[in-house]
């Protein structure tokens, strides 16, 4: 009866199938079909709704690196049922993604067979672990229900526009609105109708037009990365810095094209001014602030032949000093050039070239060749003069009008005034050029301008003209003057600029969620309506997309979908009598099905409304429990920090739309995040640079203490870093299943550090993890008989003041999300109790229902061993009394190296052993470690502990 991998093996999977046979996870809602095993809906419990991040079913399946996230929130889901709340964890599949289409394209296997094998691949190794997630509730993006609803909320989104003016119920102004209520107003006349037509002299399909400009999601042609040799648009993300494409290494051109987007740029105030509103990791809400980038300034008019030329500055104080001006080779100002170069051209601005026509068509051709990425860490400053003479408003002078790839047509207007006194990157240019530099700021009235260009702070000069004088004012005067003059004279305004982008929503893919659009004979969209949904995909004869010649950047892609035409192609009746239409061949990307998951595990499967009010009040609503605050949702959301800003400020927009057209109680999706770290590995490469299997690599020590490692009688070399395939160091969950049991997995992956740091595999390490449940089980049963052996008599004064003091601390490092130093005071507490003649059965409960979240099967099987009937699933989490805890501290120094890396608060009457466990446990020793193994610790309780790394 010794607890051994296979004694493990029997527990779990005993204990798994009674949990699922007695509904021991079904969460109850507080109405409708889905209650607890025993039939009861929600009573008066708080409710506590915890996610993890939508995990990708890969072929792969998965290693000990993935279930690190998993577990933790399962650790916390448990402990928040023993504390009495109602929790809701469950978990779904984020199953569109283009491996499973590129294998598709490899073998001709529907993407679906191939989701779906993978899918039940990753549910059999979770179920493994004994998560605790009601199995009801689980789903895939690519279910029909599911595609129907992600198919719903993009029309609700197509249906919608932006008012900027209209007031909200918290008191700010700007929410969206349905398109209807914008028709309304128009044809009242309530709302001025763009240009000099009133609306009721617009033809039908004018009316038309000038609605789909207006709404939340729309069609345009978009600056967008064509990788011809793909068939696909690819995101910035998927570009390398070399403009080609990460998959196959082909070139990427810059092409406008005509593409679905979503307006999250109405959205941008409420988006990063919201974030004070959510218990987010500082780190994440600064990345959002960055990427939606406001950023506050004048919009300023230069005229130019035949119109002008609008630029955005933060900076209006400077505009003295703007000598020429930028374009983007996208800009149309390009599209019409001079025929001759002006009087004045020098011959390094035509590059050679006889005519500006000639000198811009080769220049964007060669612009068009490089991706976004590309042209902006591009450190060498090139342009072309483009024979357009600009006038700076307040100067009256004509400067040039260049074209250069620095400056991109999807950020600001992509246009800028070029100040090179007071900008090092404008400044570069003007060397190359010959242009000339005005310094317009300087430290001090009187200082020398500087050889180069002067960004600090200081006096304005050289800033006076017939109109207008900004000398001798600091530089924040001198903005709000510069820009109240614009402003009279109608030659610009103060605006605010955002570095956020409209969403490009279009993929030239297959497996993805089809438009629920068609098109009619004047090209003009047209939502289906919602009893046709879900629009499912069709067969196709081939799922990739058409391929190009690499270099062929004219191309135009022609998705997956078109190829069957009777998909594509289709007569409907949508009100006036049957009629053809076309449908979009895009996909939306894999972002749509990730953007609302969280409200699908209210309440999955089929039903008439998007989410029941009363449900997403209950699970998310404002005030939902004690801690969740005015903003609502999901009460802790975890998962690594790679999504610190798509998923997470797509999912966010898409909930502020839904909550504007009051789908949604709460103003926000997630108000806790916590990022976890990483698991990572050792690789090993030969002298090839190859690398070799981890598992097989033998460690030596030379005669001077020197460590070599050794495969197959060859030296290697060691390296750190993410464990994969391709690294040959994968170890996965079912090798710990088999070797260790799914209970000792769990306990190393939360002792082996902070949950939000990354930490190193080491196989050999989880024995230890082993050991202590080993020597839990001895405490309770007798390995020779099976028979249990606590004994009922109290616990001496010691045990009891460690008992309590355990559960205090354990208690409060379990709220913290500290498991790995709840697990070090629970070794000590279990070794205290080895060391006893025999263990009092009160303090072994107590053991056994503290490490029950963690170790979930050897402690229901000990519970039951114990005496009691049922799960201790809801059973209470012990509480500590008060009496038992009064002890004073003393303070702890630890110590990596000699170096002071952490502090505890500890009991004088610590002993070595304890204070050993407690102190490797450290933030501050984990971080100096940084994956070393330990050589010795050197302890000299109650006050000093020394780590000395191997």
């Not at 038309?208 to 600056?223: E, F, K, M, Q």
């Not at 600064?286 to 300023?300: D, K, L, P, T, Y």
């Not at 690294?727 to 209970?743: I, Q, R």
Request: aromatic content about 10%; proline content about 7%; some cysteine.
């Amino acid at each position: 009866m010794r607890y051994t991998a296979a004694l493990a093996e029997q527990i779990e999977l005993r204990w798994q199938q009674r949990w699922e046979d007695e509904g021991t996870f079904h969460t109850p809602n507080p109405a409708g079909g889905l209650t607890d095993g025993g039939g009861a809906a929600a009573q008066d419990a708080p409710a506590f709704f915890i996610m993890d991040m939508f995990p990708y079913p890969s072929g792969a399946g998965l290693h000990v690196g993935h279930p690190l996230g998993y577990i933790a929130t399962d650790v916390v889901g448990r402990h928040r049922r023993m504390c009495g709340d109602n929790v809701l964890h469950a978990l779904g599949y984020d199953a569109f993604g283009l491996p499973a289409e590129q294998y598709a394209v490899q073998t001709g296997q529907h993407p679906r067979v191939t989701t779906e094998a993978n899918i039940a691949n990753m549910r059999r190794q979770l179920r493994r672990l004994g998560l605790a997630h009601d199995p009801r509730r689980t789903f895939a993006t690519t279910d029909p229900d599911y595609v129907r609803w992600t198919q719903w909320i993009f029309l609700e989104i197509f249906n919608s526009w932006y008012d900027a003016d209209a007031e909200r119920p918290d008191g700010g102004r700007g929410r969206a609105r349905p398109v209807t209520e914008l028709v309304a107003e128009y044809a009242a006349g309530t709302r001025p109708v763009p240009g000099e037509t009133p609306w009721a002299e617009l033809d039908e399909v004018e009316r038309r037009r000038l609605v789909d400009s207006r709404r939340l999601a729309y069609v345009s042609h978009t600056p967008v990365n064509w990788c011809p040799g793909l068939g696909t648009v690819l995101a910035n993300e998927e570009v390398t810095v070399d403009g080609r494409s990460e998959r196959g290494n082909f070139p990427v051109f810059k092409r406008n094209l005509r593409q679905w987007n979503m307006r999250i740029t109405a959205y941008a105030d409420r988006l990063a001014e919201d974030l004070d509103l959510i218990d987010w990791p500082e780190k994440v809400r600064s990345m959002q602030r960055n990427w939606i980038g406001r950023s506050e300034g004048a919009q300023v008019r230069f005229a130019v032949t035949g119109g002008h030329l609008e630029v955005f500055t933060t900076r209006p104080d400077t505009l003295f000093g703007a000598t020429f001006m930028v374009v983007a080779p996208e800009h149309p100002l390009l599209d019409d050039v001079p025929a001759v170069w002006p009087e004045g051209t020098r011959p390094q601005w035509t590059d050679g070239h006889p005519d500006p026509r000639a000198a811009v068509a080769t220049y964007r051709a060669q612009a068009q060749a490089k991706s976004a990425v590309e042209r902006q860490a591009d450190t060498s400053k090139t342009g072309v003069f483009t024979g357009h003479l600009a006038t700076n408003p307040v100067t009256g002078t004509q400067v040039p009008v260049f074209t250069a790839d620095y400056v991109l047509m999807g950020y600001g207007t992509g246009a800028i005034m070029a100040v090179p006194g007071g900008d090092e990157r404008d400044h570069e240019f003007a060397v190359t050029y010959g242009l000339p530099v005005v310094h317009t700021v300087l430290p001090s009235a009187d200082a020398e301008p500087p050889q180069g260009a002067y960004t600090g702070d200081g006096v304005v000069v050289s800033s006076s003209g017939e109109h207008l004088s900004l000398d001798g004012l600091d530089v924040a005067t001198a903005k709000r003057r510069i820009t109240e003059w614009l402003e009279e004279r109608g030659l610009g305004r103060g605006t605010v600029t955002y570095r956020l982008r409209d969403w490009l929503f279009s993929r030239q893919r297959y497996w993805g969620e089809p438009f629920p659009i068609v098109y009619d004979e004047h090209d003009l969209p047209i939502a289906l309506p919602v009893e046709q949904l879900p629009v499912n995909l069709p067969d196709v004869p081939d799922y990739s997309p058409r391929t190009f010649d690499p270099q062929d950047a004219d191309s135009t892609p022609e998705p997956p979908l078109g190829r069957n035409e009777d998909w594509a192609t289709v007569t409907l009746d949508l009100g006036d009598g049957p009629r053809e239409y076309r449908r979009d061949t895009n996909t939306m990307p894999n972002w749509a099905g990730s953007c609302w998951y969280y409200l699908n595990y209210l309440d999955p499967g089929s039903r008439e409304v998007l989410v029941d009010p009363a449900l997403e009040e209950y699970w998310m609503g404002p005030g939902h429990n004690g801690s969740v605050g005015a903003a609502g949702g999901v009460d802790l959301y975890v998962g690594g920090v790679e999504h610190a800003v798509l998923h997470l400020l797509y999912a966010r927009f898409w909930h502020k739309v839904l909550h504007d057209l009051g789908h949604v109680s709460s103003r926000e999706p997630f108000h806790r995040l916590f990022n976890q770290g990483y698991v990572q590995a050792y690789a090993y490469r030969d002298d090839r640079g190859q690398p070799v299997p981890a598992a097989d690599v033998v460690e030596e020590a030379d005669a001077d203490g020197t460590t070599r490692y050794l495969w197959q009688g060859q030296e290697v070399r060691r390296e750190y870093g993410k464990m994969g395939k391709s690294l040959k160091n994968v170890v996965t969950p079912d090798e710990m299943y088999e070797s260790y049991g799914a209970d000792t997995f769990r306990v190393y992956e939360m002792s082996m550090g902070p949950l939000d740091l990354s930490r190193p595999w080491e196989t050999r390490a989880v024995v230890g993890s082993q050991r202590f449940l080993q020597r839990l089980w001895r405490n309770v049963v007798d390995e020779t008989t099976g028979e249990v052996t606590v004994v009922d008599t109290e616990p001496d004064a010691a045990t009891l003041r460690l008992v309590h003091r355990t559960i205090d601390e354990v208690r409060t490092e379990m709220e913290a999300m500290r498991f790995n130093t709840a697990i070090a005071k629970l070794i000590v507490l279990n070794n205290h109790l080895t060391s006893l003649d025999r263990v009092p059965r009160s303090a072994a409960e107590t053991l056994v229902l503290l490490l029950a979240p963690i170790a979930p099967h050897i402690t229901e099987e000990l519970w039951c061993r114990l005496g009691h009937e049922g799960s201790l699933t809801r059973a209470p989490y012990p509480v500590a009394d008060p009496r038992y805890l009064v002890e004073e501290t003393v303070t702890c120094v630890v110590q990596v190296q000699g170096k002071v890396r952490d502090r505890l608060e500890v009991p004088p009457s610590i002993g070595d052993d304890e204070l050993r466990e407690l102190a490797l446990a450290t933030a501050g020793a984990q971080r100096a470690l940084d994956g070393r193994e330990v050589r010795t610790v050197i302890v000299r309780a109650p006050r000093l502990v020394n780590v000395v790394p191997a």
